[in-house]
């Protein structure tokens, strides 16, 4: 894919399409035949394989309690067990929308850098399928909250706007690293639920679902990146490492929002300010994010400016 984001920037001369193929490193072609044949074998399809139509057990969480921001507060111990249970759906919907926001981002990232790809080749065509899952899995994501809370959650106007500023001038290793951030702090939330009897059974099966083809598509971001961070300059590196880091700050920070805990009946501010303290929250966070951060640590996007904001998340 990183051929056809070069193409996009102004100025630059178009590659003929029929020469796209051989501009790429093999592994990243052998990588998207590999993933190609297992959505083929391994897709599933939320609106078909869960029964929206059942009632929710009303002593079942909308996350494990210990992923909640508020597990181990003051706060927490102060909550009967419904809000707990309340807290913790309208948290994890608050996730999932925020999740549907970045999908919709990274969709039509994919979908422009592919405008004038190599159709033929394996890599666009995970690319395509790649938005298919993407479109899958945000419908799935407000299926799930409607049923959940009956209600949604944005990122503020602020972030909103930078969404729209990261998704017209990301490219390359931006781009990919950005979309792996994402798809990896998602994944994080979704791994610690998904096989906890204690969480409703709709939400542990939307989260299978998520991790099972998000995995895919984080293997394809990395090669992407991979391929794109080969011979690039310090300037560069530094810049891209930094614009990633911009963007992780901003989507984790957006996570959990305020609305939420007024939502589930709570003190929005002291919520608010029991999460930003919560020390358990934040080695959770921390401790889920290690093999990501040597990630970006071996291809060279770990910089120590890039430091200081993930570590403003509690991702490092």
């Known amino acids: 894919m990183t051929a056809a984001m070069d193409r996009t920037h102004a100025g630059e001369p178009q590659a003929p399409i029929d020469n796209v193929v051989s501009m790429h490193d093999q592994g990243t072609q052998e990588v998207s035949e590999r993933l190609l044949a297992s959505a083929a074998r391994l897709s599933r399809n939320a609106m078909t394989e869960i029964d929206w139509s059942l009632p929710m057990d009303p002593t079942k969480y909308g996350c494990s309690p210990e992923w909640s921001s508020l597990y181990g507060t003051a706060y927490w111990d102060e909550l009967t067990e419904e809000q707990r249970i309340s807290v913790t759906r309208h948290e994890f919907a608050s996730i999932m929308n925020i999740g549907i926001w970045f999908e919709m981002i990274l969709q039509e990232m994919v979908i422009r850098d592919q405008y004038l790809g190599a159709y033929h080749s394996p890599e666009f065509q995970f690319a395509l399928t790649e938005i298919a899952d993407e479109c899958r899995h945000s419908i799935m994501f407000a299926k799930a909250s409607e049923k959940m809370v009956g209600t949604s959650y944005k990122p503020t106007k602020w972030v909103g706007r930078l969404g729209k500023l990261f998704k017209r001038t990301a490219r390359n290793e931006v781009a990919y690293a950005g979309i792996l951030v994402a798809e990896e702090v998602l994944d994080v939330f979704q791994r610690g639920c998904m096989r906890d009897d204690r969480v409703l059974p709709f939400i542990r099966t939307v989260n299978e679902i998520h991790v099972l083809e998000e995995s895919r598509h984080m293997k394809f971001a990395r090669e992407e990146v991979r391929e794109s961070m080969q011979g690039v300059g310090w300037f560069r590196r530094q810049f891209s490492a930094l614009y990633v880091a911009l963007g992780a700050y901003f989507i984790v920070s957006s996570l959990l929002q305020r609305k939420a ?56």
Do not use: I, W
């Not at 501010?269 to 401790?287: G, I, K, L, Y």
């Not at 889920?288 to 890039?306: I, K, N, Q, W, Y």
């Open 261 to 316: 805990f007024e939502d589930a009946g709570l003190d929005a501010d002291r919520a608010v300010a029991e999460m930003n303290s919560n020390s358990h929250f934040q080695s959770m966070v921390r401790s889920s994010c290690v093999h990501l951060m040597e990630f970006l640590d071996e291809v060279g996007l770990l910089t120590r400016p890039a430091m200081r904001y993930y570590r403003k998340v509690h991702m490092l």
